[in-house]
């Protein structure tokens, strides 16, 4: 088991690469990192006193104080000389490294690897109003809190991610909303979720109990029992769309550890036609899924859990020519389908998505929720001193931390040239990374963005010149040891 703290991940790198005679600095080029500059210190935000700080000014306010809004605030803090930055997050504890819950729900980590308190990341000057922002009238410039109070600000960024909305399933409706940092909702969610070998990584606590579920799981599988575990994906948007792939290698590889692999089916069900957007990863992974002897199951829709029986079931769905159309002179297609219900004993959810409904049923969200804006400057469609980022904004392929990386650089200098008067320049290009763990000691760096710059498509976007389909060792060290701190210390001090 590995639980450690930041310095002490580095310390166990840097012996691991002495090792290998490499030093840190040389092993991040070798990864394609070198110039992010992660010789990683801990450094601190605070007020730009350069001469490249922008002297613009107006208050600027951010809903949500997770990844996205610290970074954020932080870089703005760097950058601005009079910086007037207000955070509105009501958790006072949170998680942002949120991929360390795959390796807690492996017991790779334990919960303490990722959680900290709120106020130890605010970036310095930066007020922090701790409550929910619940009303929104952005033609006033104003917002209202829970708490009633009505701020009102020059700018205003959105970065309250999303919400899990377990209650979307059938057989769930009792956990509801769960919110992955939130203690409250934990408790909730606990009375379901975490027992007869149904969990989920998609909540710290659920997280920790994925753990104690899996090792029951191998146990029975090691004891001789013939074991199945269904792997479902959700029809709806979610965040880290590489995290059910990576939940079933994890069981896998436990399996493999204990020699009782012959005694699991691992089934892994997905309503598209492919395991990733990218040609020659989805190719990738399909063959690696078939090395591991994972059952893939195209085009079923994951309807229903039946918690008494411990059965999936499932909506196989495919098309087929139908009758032909005179008008258009071409067949029309017909989509079929048939029920499945699969018997679990071992069941990872991923909940489906939605943006919180305070701001998706507010005139800053779109129909389907999510806060629409422009995908190449972020800026609101609708009210141009609005901006958004990060899970909640309405962006294609975003909803992971590799993404919100790239995101609020560009939205740092949109903004800061928006208030200086100036045309906005810095555009996101979509690109996204998703580390996805293959195995106890290997990951597939799968990076990718946009095919063009609508946001349609998506085409790989390696860093550096190596063949990025292949599983390496040294992308688990980057997984295990390097992205929590480039996240910790990187992205919420605004610097990497
Ligand atoms: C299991 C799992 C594995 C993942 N794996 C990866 C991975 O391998 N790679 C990767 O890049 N990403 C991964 N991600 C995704 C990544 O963690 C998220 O995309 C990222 O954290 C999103 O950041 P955010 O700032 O948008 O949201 P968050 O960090 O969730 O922050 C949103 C904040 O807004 C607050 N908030 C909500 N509503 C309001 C309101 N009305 N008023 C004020 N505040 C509000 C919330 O309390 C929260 O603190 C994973 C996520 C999970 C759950």
């Known amino acids: ?24 600095r040389d092993a991040l080029k070798m990864m394609g990192l070198g110039g992010a500059g992660l010789v990683v210190t801990g450094t601190e935000a605070s007020a730009a006193t350069s001469v490249q700080a922008s002297d613009a000014k107006g208050k600027i306010v951010i809903v949500g104080g997770g990844l996205s809004g610290v970074a954020t605030a932080a870089k703005l803090t760097n950058s601005l000389s009079n910086p007037d930055i207000t955070i509105i997050e009501p958790n006072p504890n949170s998680v942002s490294y949120q991929p360390g819950n795959t390796l807690i729900g492996a017991g790779l980590w334990t919960k303490d690897a990722v959680t900290y308190e709120t106020k130890d990341f605010m970036p310095n000057g930066v007020k922090w109003i701790q409550d929910k922002a619940v009303e929104f009238n952005p033609t006033a410039n104003e917002l209202k809190t829970a708490k009633g109070e009505v701020i009102k600000y020059d700018f205003l960024v959105i970065a309250a991610g ?36 149904l969990c989920s990584v998609y909540f710290t606590e659920g997280a920790v109990d994925t ?6 799981f191998v146990a029975d599988a090691k004891s001789g029992k013939k074991v199945t575990g269904v792997f479902p994906e959700p029809h709806t948007p979610f965040k880290c769309g590489g ?20 005694n699991a089916d691992l089934q892994f069900l997905t309503n598209g036609k492919k395991l990733f957007g990218v040609p020659e990863y989805h190719a990738a992974i399909e063959s690696q899924m078939k090395t591991r002897n994972v059952n893939v ?10 918690l008494v029986n411990k059965i999936a079931k499932f909506e196989k769905h495919w098309e087929v020519k139908g009758a032909w159309d005179a008008d258009l002179e071409e067949f029309t297609m017909e989509t079929k389908t048939e029920p499945l219900e699969v018997k679990y004993d071992f069941c990872h959810v991923i909940p489906p ?20 804006v422009n995908n190449e400057t972020l800026q609101h469609k609708v009210f141009p001193n609005v901006f958004s980022l990060g899970d909640i904004a309405a962006v294609p ?26 045309e906005m320049t810095a555009k996101y290009d979509g690109y996204t990374v ?14 990718f963005k946009w095919k063009a710059a609508d946001g349609t498509g998506a085409v790989a976007a390696p860093s550096f010149p190596l063949d990025p389909t292949q599983e390496r060792w040294i992308y688990w060290l980057l997984k295990v040891y390097l992205l929590k701190p480039m996240t910790m210390y990187g992205m919420l001090s605004g610097r990497a």
């Open 162 to 197: 999303l919400v899990n909305d377990f209650g979307m399933i059938k057989g769930l409706e009792e956990v509801g909303e769960v919110y992955t940092s939130s203690q409250e909702d934990a408790v909730k969610a606990k009375k379901i979720l975490g027992q007869n070998g």
């Open 434 to 447: 998703c580390p996805l763990i293959t195995s106890i000691g290997t990951v597939m760096l799968a990076e």
């Open 211 to 216: 753990w104690t579920q899996m090792q029951k």
């Open 397 to 422: 392929l975003g909803k992971t931390g590799g993404s919100a990386r790239k995101q609020y650089a560009v939205l740092c200098t949109n903004l800061i040239a928006l208030m200086e008067g100036k």
């Open 1 to 24: 088991m590995i639980n450690r703290n930041v310095q002490e991940d580095l310390k166990q790198l840097d012996s691991i690469f002495k090792e290998s005679g490499l030093s840190r």
């Open 353 to 372: 998505a939605k943006a919180p409904n305070e701001i998706a049923k507010s005139p800053l969200g779109s129909e389907k929720g999510w806060v629409p």
């Open 243 to 262: 995290a059910q792939k990576k939940i079933t290698n994890l069981v896998d590889a436990r399996l493999n550890e204990a020699g009782a692999r012959a």
């Open 297 to 306: 199951r195209y085009e079923h829709k994951f309807t229903e859990l039946d």
